[in-house]
């Protein structure tokens, strides 16, 4: 896999797999949103005004989404420092997981109690999944549009402060600047683009 980063089709394919993993994510876990994290505050607060099940699962993706990140770019990182296929490794690492959770929800769904720990520990499984998609593409394939919609922001916070935890070598780019920028403009700007399909209805 060399040249995958190289070729149209690869983010293509990602994109693809974003789509559906998140959609049928969504149907089957009550409105979680796998890939789109930032899209679970809006879910959150109808299931909260609604008292339908899945809070815990929207309450928990975005934290596991942004510890996964992080890892995902420090990982990254120790491999290239060891001349190890970094992209290749994440790309393995992403596919057993769709595999995993695709066997929890065959095994367990349909999910009648979106609370239920096996719904939430597939549901998280699929949103570990979607992390290191994000954080693979943005770090190995920052050329490429992106393959998942609105989480950009919070993937780019996340893998600067990978960085400032264990900074890859060579030239970097303005981390500290960047992620106070970033930081400040995710939660504010973020929100609003969520809500506002929700808005017009």
């Known amino acids: ?18 789509g559906y993993v998140d959609t049928t994510g969504f149907l089957a876990l009550s409105g979680l ?14 299931s909260l005004a609604l ?8 309450m928990l993706a975005l934290p596991i989404f942004g ?27 992403q596919v057993l997981l769709l595999v995993t959770g695709a066997v929890l929800a065959m095994q367990f769904g349909p999910f009648r109690d979106a609370d239920s720990w096996q719904a939430v520990l597939t549901g998280m499984v699929l949103v570990v999944a979607m992390a290191t998609q994000n954080a693979f ?6 050329s490429a549009p992106p393959s998942t919609i609105m989480t950009g922001t919070t993937t780019q916070v996340m893998i600067d402060l990978g ?6 070598k060579g030239p970097g780019a303005q981390v500290s600047s960047r992620l106070l920028r ?4 995710s939660s504010s700007v973020g929100t609003v683009i969520d809500v506002f399909p929700y808005t017009r209805q």
């Open 1 to 18: 896999m060399a040249t995958v980063e190289t070729k149209a089709t690869f983010p293509l394919l990602l994109s693809l797999n974003a």
């Open 137 to 142: 593409h943005r770090v190995h394939l920052g």
């Open 51 to 58: 008292g339908t099940s899945g809070a815990i699962a929207k």
């Open 67 to 93: 510890i996964v990140v992080i890892g995902t770019r420090l990982l990254s990182t120790w491999l290239a420092e060891r001349q190890q296929p970094a992209l290749d490794t994440l790309l393995v690492l």
């Open 163 to 168: 960085d400032r935890i264990y900074a890859p």
């Open 33 to 46: 949103f796998s890939a789109h994290v930032t899209g679970n505050f809006v879910t959150l607060g109808a």
């Open 182 to 185: 970033m930081s400040t403009t």
